[in-house]
Nanobody, 115 residues
Framework: VQLVESGGGLVQPGGSPRLSCAASGFTFSRSFMSWYRQAPGKEREFVTGITGAGLSINYVDSVKGRFIISKENAKNTVYLQMNSLKPEDTAVYHC?????????WGQGTQVTVTS
């Protein structure tokens, strides 16, 4: 099983990067996929998730209206479109899979919002 995140980096406030998480080794289309983030000195927090059928669930209040989760089952990839970034969005963003054969974490991709 592999979850490989990409798309992070240095972003200016107000920027709109898109994170990707490429999955392999399990049935992606039947798995619940989530994004979490961990800011320096803070606990990892849930950001948003999406079901196998592509129905997004709740977003953490701090990103509602700014972030959008989506997925492409044909590419085994889940995305996180991040809009109107703020310095407080700086964190390592992790992909998480809850599959029929286990739960898995990606290594994460760093997003740093700075001017």
């Amino acid at each position: 099983v592999q979850l490989v995140e990409s798309g992070g980096g240095l972003v200016q406030p107000g920027g709109s990067p898109r994170l990707s998480c490429a999955a392999s080794g399990f049935t992606f289309s039947r798995s619940f996929m989530s994004w979490y983030r961990q800011a320096p000195g803070k606990e990892r927090e849930f950001v948003t998730g999406i079901t196998g059928a592509g129905l997004s669930i709740n977003y953490v209040d701090s990103v509602k209206g700014r972030f959008i989760i989506s997925k492409e089952n044909a590419k085994n990839t889940v995305y996180l479109q991040m809009n109107s970034l703020k310095p407080e969005d700086t964190a390592v963003y992790h992909c998480y899979a809850r599959s029929g054969v286990g739960d898995y974490w990606g290594q994460g991709t760093q997003v740093t919002v700075t001017s």
